[in-house]
């Protein structure tokens, strides 16, 4: 009998197969292995018993021994092993996967009260209770439940999009296949954190250690390099935990409260870490000191506390500002600490030309991390601390900080240093470095001529954020400067014409020639955010490029503007200071970088060269205010300004801070100043408060 005729699974043993028919048996698995995945993971609809899926596996890996040279590119145990970044399926996030915006300080803390209560527009001494959570120090995902069945589980990556770790996170035993109980929401998506245990971690690291494999620098990287595993069965091997702390896709509230919402997750099955409720502010900040002296006794690493406002209808008004949500805040704690020595200054270029003093160190392990370089600021923070070639230091890291220098042992200073003396002139390429009044740094005057600024511009638009061009890392970009082959950022796109040279280049091969050209082409379509965020203006980060592409809309619309914008009586360069967090500073070095022609002929080339997608408009609720300027002056009763600029912003509305022919509504508070009367003036609808709040449909 032939399995080919059949097109299923013979009962023979695969040594007795011809290979005509092993492969065509393992053809019909590949499907088939594919299908019930396919059921089990995308549809929920499994057919088949768990029993006869890990048959049908176990005849492929028997039929794939016996005949090696038969396995196919599609077997399912060819997805081990590949590239685990390419590996994966994206998976959109319907509710963004946001992250905390940090404090240091008990100070900090009261101040995010402080902010909380300022937004909501509450007394000065309201009561805002606060759950406190440990910090876990691990990697965020979303698990996806429907009708009470884990149906995907997903990495943050971006926050908009993530990867498909679905089968590798069914493999955690905190992960629930399927929720207790029946009053779960249709769709319940919980996010949490996955990590891996200090003592799993050093036992992997021992093992890895002994089979010659790479060690992991900590528990967290570890966790990581586990999840994102193709084959489930080494995340599985893992043992790694996951503790539930926020939700998002959600059919129906989980409750009025925090606390109420996170006893219905415990009773899904969910495991969460203690929590604390606190009214004060400085009982919350106490609980964080208490935590910090037991950490080094837990069994996973914390790196602070986040406390979260518990009423859940304060969290729905108090939304998000950029990537960081308002209602919640990361009290970190302080950071770890080391003694080196401090070997060599060197001093880096940066792409605006800022000099920045690098400490060399000799290699110490801080957190769990080996460091070997810290940076030192700038001119007056070597001053300050007297830091000098062949001192003893005291280096410190805090999370994903660069590390630094904090202070000089100076008891141990060898005879016969140096106070270190900050060069005048650049050191890769020569031209003066002058440092201004009022400034902090030095600055090299080579602009474009200097290759170091010219080369980091380059390294910053193919970084991550930016135009994201995998393959192509800061050591290349370096490389093909030196060489000719990239000296403008539209040369990247012009590659692909030096294919057979760089087919040559040591280091290279076809394969990965073809990856790097493909991933550039990939990236001949980008976003306007993207885009914009790459061209390194100097102060431009990408919340404020995320505004100017949601401001401006289109490449053409933006350059046409910022050419207007350089008169700064016009409408365009209110337009541009209007925009959140975008002063007259920052306002001056992005009209600066257009008014640069070789800026303009950059920007040409590019135009010529990429498809820059249109910024969808934000997502906007209908009402009178929608593509109207509106201005608050005065008080208001019920709403902080900032809420109230966000609701307007919400409904589609622009928000000015100066009243002309062009606003649309002026909206009165307590005590109103010139604008109002301005309004009056101009014959623009004024509004009071709870007009505005009725047209807005607040209640
Ligand atoms: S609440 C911002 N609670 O910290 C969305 N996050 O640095 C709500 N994290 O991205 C997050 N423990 O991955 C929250 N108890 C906890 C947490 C926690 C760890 C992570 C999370 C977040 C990151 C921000």
Not at 114 to 124: E, G, M, T
Not at 255 to 262: F, I, K
Not at 299 to 316: A, H, Q, S, T
Not at 373 to 378: C, I, K, Q, S
Request: with cysteine.
């Amino acid at each position: 009998m032939s399995a080919e005729s059949v097109g299923g699974i013979s009962a023979l043993p695969p040594e007795q197969l011809s290979e005509e028919d092993a492969a065509a048996e393992l053809a019909y698995l590949a499907k088939e292995i594919a299908h019930h995945d396919a059921l089990y993971y995308q549809k929920d609809a499994p057919d088949i018993s768990d029993a006869a899926y890990d048959a049908l596996r176990a005849r492929n890996d028997a039929l794939e021994a016996a005949f090696p040279e038969l396995i196919r590119d599609d077997s399912p145990s060819q997805r081990v092993g590949a590239a685990p970044a390419s590996g994966f399926a994206k998976v959109t996030h319907s509710v963004p996967m946001l992250s905390l915006d940090n404090a240091f300080s008990g100070e900090d803390v009261e101040e995010f009260v402080a902010r909380v209560r300022r937004f909501l527009n509450l007394d000065a001494d309201a009561e805002v209770a606060l759950m406190a959570e440990p910090k876990i120090d691990g990697l965020s995902v979303a698990l996806r439940y429907e009708s009470g069945r884990f149906v995907q589980g997903a990495t943050r990556g971006d926050g908009t999009t993530g990867e498909n770790v679905t089968r590798n996170l069914a493999t955690l035993a905190d992960v629930p296949k399927r929720l207790n109980g029946e009053d779960w929401p249709e769709v319940l998506e919980v996010r949490g954190e996955v990590y891996m245990s200090k003592t799993e971690f050093q036992a992997l690291n021992a093992r890895q250690a002994e089979a010659g494999a790479k060690v992991f620098a900590n528990p967290r990287n570890a966790a990581a390099g586990s999840l994102r595993q193709l084959d489930s069965t080494i995340t599985a091997a893992r043992n790694l935990g996951f503790f539930g702390y926020a939700w998002g896709e959600v059919s129906e509230p989980l409750g009025g409260t925090l606390q109420e919402a996170r006893a219905r997750l415990e009773g899904f099955g969910f495991t969460l870490n203690d929590g604390a409720l606190y009214t004060a502010a400085k009982d919350a900040i106490a609980f964080h000191t208490d935590l910090e002296s037991r950490r080094a006794g837990l069994d996973y690493d914390i790196d602070g506390v986040v406390y979260k406002v518990n009423r859940l209808d304060w969290v729905e008004r108090l939304g998000q500002v950029s990537r960081s949500p308002r209602w919640a805040i990361a009290h970190k704690f302080a950071a770890e600490r080391a003694e080196t020595v401090l070997e060599r200054i060197e001093i880096q270029v940066g792409r605006t030309g800022t000099l920045t003093p690098v400490a060399h160190l000799t290699p110490v392990t801080v957190g769990g991390v080996v460091v070997s370089r810290a940076t030192l600021h700038n001119e007056d923070e070597i001053k300050r601390k007297d830091a000098r070639e062949g001192d003893s230091v005291i280096i410190q890291r805090a999370g994903d900080v660069i590390p630094q220098v904090v202070e000089v042992i100076a008891d141990k200073r060898p005879k016969g240093t140096k106070p270190f003396q900050f060069p005048d002139i650049c050191p890769r390429c020569g031209s003066l470095a002058v440092r201004e009044e009022g400034e902090v740094a030095w600055r090299c005057t080579g602009g474009l001529i200097c290759p170091a600024q010219a080369v980091e511009r380059l390294k910053h638009f193919v970084s991550r954020d930016a135009f994201d061009i995998e393959g192509l890392g800061g050591k290349h970009v370096e490389a093909f400067w030196i060489d000719g082959l990239i000296k403008t950022p539209g040369d990247i796109f012009r590659l692909a014409a030096h294919e057979a040279a760089l087919k040559e280049r040591e280091g290279w091969g076809d394969k990965s020639v073809d990856n790097l050209l493909r991933a550039i082409e990939q990236r001949r379509t980008v976003s306007l955010e993207r885009f914009i965020y790459g061209l390194g203006i100097p102060q431009v980060g990408e919340a404020t490029a995320k505004l100017l592409a949601r401001t401006y809309r289109t490449l053409d619309h933006w350059r046409e503007a910022m050419a207007q914008a350089a008169d700064h009586d016009s409408d365009a360069y209110g337009e541009l200071t209007d925009i959140d967090g975008v002063g007259p500073a920052m306002a001056d070095d992005i009209i600066g970088f257009f008014a640069e022609p070789h800026n303009r002929e950059v920007l040409d080339d590019l135009d010529e060269l990429l498809s820059i997608e249109e910024a969808a408009a934000p997502q906007v609720s209908e009402s009178p205010f929608t593509g109207k300027t509106v201005v608050f002056t005065g008080t208001l009763a019920t709403m902080g300004r900032k809420e109230a600029k966000a609701k307007a912003e919400a409904l589609g509305a622009r928000v000015s801070g100066s009243v002309s022919k062009k606003t649309g509504y002026v909206v009165i508070g307590a005590d109103p100043g010139s604008k109002a009367k301005k309004a009056k003036e101009l014959g623009i609808p004024v509004l009071t408060e709870e007009e505005w709040r009725d047209m807005a449909g607040v209640d």
